[in-house]
């Protein structure tokens, strides 16, 4: 299917942007009571399923595991994931859902990576995120340090780092690293700042973005979720043939 379906207009398109093509959402926060996603299996099952009907074939979802707020181990993910599989079950929902985790690049990071029990979405790519007010000191270090052992580095939502919103080179020196770059589709929307949308069209200009994910986390985050498939920027993105969540299936 074609992805720009009619022109411009007043900021956004007049049609919904198909989404099939994506077939992976690589990145949400629906496994319920394990870190500031679902508060429930209805939410979870809601969103799921309004997910399929936007044409994708495979959520992995990514639970947060951060030292200070977030300790979850691989298990508690996964036994999660079984309550969000046999709910969908029950309800009918026809799709395949996995979870890896959004890894927080903090001073915990290192112990899990020791531990070699790494949740990756497939084929060792890994989504980690940078603490929002500091990035860490050692984060070229980090990245090495998972590179050298095989993993492919993911940074989710580049875009919202704000530390980093005067200095594009930042940027530019972690894709000269081998860094992926995905997206928040809602950050388009403005929902998060008016500096993270501008970076994230910026980072889409200058083809720097790898993969696009949801980031949902509650039914608010789905009507913003829903509103950027209407936005010029989202279209081009995915017509650009650069993006790599099919590879995620």
């Given at each position: ?6 022109i411009f ?36 099952v809601f ?175 789905l009507d ?26």
């Amino acid at each position: 299917m074609g992805f720009f379906k009619n022109i411009f207009k007043s900021g956004s398109l007049s049609e919904m942007l198909d989404i099939s093509a994506l077939k992976v959402d690589m990145h949400s926060h629906l496994i319920p009571g394990i870190d500031d996603g679902v508060s429930d299996i209805e939410t979870s099952v809601f969103i799921i399923r309004r997910l399929k009907e936007l044409g994708y074939e495979k959520i992995i979802t990514t639970p947060h595991i951060m030292a200070d707020m977030y300790q979850n181990e691989p298990s508690d993910i996964l036994s999660g994931l079984e309550e969000v599989k046999k709910a969908l079950v029950s309800q009918n929902i026809n799709i395949e859902v996995a979870a890896a985790a959004e890894y927080c690049l903090d001073d915990g990071f290192d112990a899990h990576l020791k531990s070699g029990n790494i949740l990756t979405l497939k084929d060792n790519f890994i989504l980690v995120e940078l603490p929002y007010f500091l990035p860490p000191p050692d984060l070229y270090d980090k990245i090495f340090e998972l590179q050298i052992n095989n993993y492919k580095v993911v940074i989710a939502h580049p875009e919202r780092y704000m530390y980093w919103y005067d200095d594009f080179s930042k940027f530019e020196d972690l894709k000269s690293r081998g860094v992926y770059f995905q997206v928040n589709m809602i950050s388009l929307s403005g929902n998060y700042s008016i500096q993270a949308k501008k970076l994230a069209e910026k980072l889409i200009e200058n083809n720097m973005i790898d993969f696009m994910g949801s980031d949902l986390h509650n039914n608010a985050y789905l009507d913003y979720f829903q509103k950027s498939l209407y936005l010029p920027a989202l279209h081009k993105l995915v017509n650009s043939g650069e993006i790599k969540n099919h590879l995620l299936l």
